[in-house]
């Protein structure tokens, strides 16, 4: 079968101008009963020459010549259904209000009126006639992609491939794979589902061989040598069992991106990466408001601070897909805050130089290198950029280290929190968003402790002025920089005992993405004086993670050595997310909970800003000592109260 995927759409033109003029002389043959058309029948034919004057540019309108009928889908059916029905309304129309109003020949004959059957017989044939057209350039591309060889005719030097999901997402997998010029060096051979429904189904020419269970069977009568995970929805304990069942016999395991990366955009079906230790921990995909969120940033400016960290990053991110109209980027590290500009610079370019969604023209984006705790800085950076929300992600996050620079956690911690809490509450900031820890509650840190006061600061804040302004609470983020993931998959590389610091250490953890979605959640949400906790699920053993990483790696969890050092400073075994005295109630999204305590005493602020110039100084002693007798006091009074 010749190649009629490369047809282009001046040729594909041409050939629908030939499928109406067909289908107009069918009509005839059909209304007539007759294929020898004689002058009871040819006298109407000036008339019924109307559908080649309406339909090209009804189809050109419809965008019937700028689509990739190579890969059509339902949606492309059902916009050349759409596209000749419009267009048989219109000749209806053209023909009853013009053609017979102005006597055109052919329309009103002395023989009589013209057949009213035309119009469905010639858009039955016409509707025929454009879906065999693109389906043929369809089954050109089929037939192209799944012969022997495929497009490049090396499919035997492909890797043998079981594809696990035989679902709307294994289906796209399955069209990308065979779309690339060389498979992604794949050769898919089968495919695995849990369904039992679906065994021996065939999807796109691959036929369905059995379950997860069966894997081992199965790559042995294929020889398939690895297993590619079609399934971004699936939970961690779902892709856990694969890669489990992958590495024992040896093959090599690789994903698609998880769902929350698909529905960003930022990746596609094509991404396909090796499996990452989120995707073991993956929960159900997190849903948030995106009309509400979209209806709070949209047009309007938001600041985040702290840009070029993990999780402010990400924040920049998601904040510019709502469409604001200014985004402000601050940090003071001009590395990081000129990557995430630029990164979201190149999109803005890719999506379009102009516009984008409804024709609003993407965000200026605007970078204000600047030290947070700075009081000055922040009023100026504020009140000239004139934000509705800020997210103060702004902070240093290290445990050990904070704990020999108490000076330099307190002046940032906290110190940014009050001067981003000054300058948004003199220049009228609506909405206002703390990213805290759950090292705040009962911390045994210097960091954890730097973070309570800061939650506080915003509680004092925001119930004082009467502002939305809320903390949003969580525990670790996979893969930010600093954290656990890097450090033990770094030492993997290397081939060096795994640093654990205790054999029953555990830690909540929650991917970059799922942290920023519901902290924006939180935004839209907050009201004076929130304080929300994230569902963090159930804690994970650092030991298991450890052991997750290796598998990952292609190593047998049980030969990588484990060196276990002991808690570092400041570290606790176990971290908690609420306080006892906190009265904990459900919010409308099932993973945000909303945290109440009794309101910070008067004083707080005062004794802050009192904390905060020990810390400008450089005292690390000094602000050690006044941080615990602070924390401590505070403590008491919302304890006693």
């Known amino acids: 079968m010749p190649d009629l995927g490369r047809i282009r759409g001046r040729h594909l033109f041409v050939l629908d101008l030939l499928v109406v003029g067909l289908a107009i002389v069918g009509a005839m043959v059909l209304r007539f009963d007759t294929f ?223 769902l929350e990366e698909l529905v960003s955009g930022r990746l596609d079906a094509a991404a396909i990466r ?64 000129y990557d995430i500009e630029r990164e979201l610079s190149l999109r803005a370019d890719r999506d379009s130089s102009t516009a984008v969604r409804g024709g609003q023209p993407r965000a200026t984006l605007i970078t204000r290198l600047a030290n947070v705790a700075s009081v000055d800085s922040m009023r100026a950076i504020v009140r000239e950029d004139a934000p509705v929300l800020i997210l103060h992600a702004a902070a240093y996050k290290h445990v050990p280290m904070m704990e020999h620079h108490p000076a330099d956690a307190v002046y940032t911690n906290i110190g940014g929190t009050r001067a981003a809490l000054a300058a948004a509450l003199e220049a009228g900031v609506e909405r206002f968003v703390l990213v805290s820890t759950d090292k705040a509650v009962e911390p045994s840190s210097v960091m954890g402790a730097t973070k309570r006061l800061a939650e506080l600061a915003v509680a004092d804040a925001a119930v004082r002025e009467d502002r939305r302004y809320v903390s949003v609470r969580f525990g670790n983020v996979l893969g930010s920089s600093g954290s656990v993931v890097p450090l033990l998959k770094r030492q993997l590389a290397e081939g060096v005992p795994l640093t654990i610091t205790h054999p029953d250490m555990t830690r909540f953890f929650m991917t970059i993405p799922e942290a920023s979605r519901l902290i924006l959640e939180a935004a839209l949400m907050g009201e004076s004086g929130d304080l929300f906790v994230l569902d963090m699920g159930e804690p994970v053993r650092i030991v298991d993670l450890a052991r997750d990483l290796a598998r990952l790696a292609g190593r047998d969890p049980d030969s990588v050595p484990m060196r276990f050092i002991g808690l570092r400073p400041g570290e606790k075994l176990n971290e908690a997310l609420f306080y006892a005295n906190e009265a904990i109630s459900p919010t409308h999204h099932p993973k945000v909970m909303r945290a109440t305590a009794d309101r910070p005493p008067s004083w707080l602020g005062d004794r802050l800003d009192a904390l905060v110039a020990i810390g400008a100084r450089g005292d690390h002693e000094g602000a050690r000592r006044e941080l615990r007798a602070l924390l401590a006091e505070v403590q008491s009074v919302q304890v006693s109260a």
Do not use: H
Not at 167 to 172: D, H, L, M, P
Not at 183 to 208: A, I, T, Y
Not at 294 to 321: H, M, N, P, Y
């Open 36 to 258: 020898r058309l004689d002058r009871s029948a040819l006298i109407y034919m000036p008339a019924a020459l109307l559908p080649l004057l309406v339909r090209p540019p009804l189809n050109v309108l419809a965008g019937m010549y700028s689509r990739a009928w190579a890969y059509a889908s339902i949606a492309e059916l059902a916009r050349i259904v759409a596209t000749v029905l419009a267009g048989s309304v219109a000749l209806v129309a053209v023909f009853y209000l013009v053609l017979v109003p102005l006597d055109v020949p052919g329309a009103v004959t002395e023989v009589g009126r013209f057949p009213r059957s035309f119009f469905i017989l010639e858009g039955l044939l016409t509707l025929t006639g454009f879906g065999a057209v693109r389906y043929l350039i369809r089954a050109s591309t089929e037939w192209r992609d799944w012969r022997p060889g495929g497009r490049s005719g090396t499919a035997s030097s492909r890797i043998p491939t079981l594809v696990y999901g035989a679902g709307e997402i294994g289906a796209t997998v399955l069209r990308t794979l065979s779309a690339a010029p060389d498979g992604f060096g794949m050769r898919v051979v089968g495919l695995v589902d849990d369904d039992p429904r679906k065994r021996n189904q065939v999807l796109r020419g691959v036929k369905v061989l059995g379950s997860i269970d069966d894997l081992a069977e199965i790559a042995g009568v294929v020889g398939a040598r690895r297993l590619l995970i079609g399934i971004p929805s699936a939970r961690g304990d779902v892709v856990r069992r694969a890669v489990e069942a992958a590495t024992t016999l040896g093959m090599e395991t690789r994903t698609v991106p998880a």
């Open 274 to 337: 090796e499996v990452r230790v989120e995707d073991l921990l993956r929960r159900d995909p997190v849903t948030i408001a995106d009309a509400g969120l979209r209806d709070l940033v949209a047009g309007k400016t938001v600041l985040v601070t702290g840009a070029g960290g993990s999780i402010g990053s990400e924040l920049a991110r998601q904040v510019f897909d709502l469409d604001p109209a200014r985004l402000v980027l601050l940090d003071r590290a001009e590395g990081p805050l």
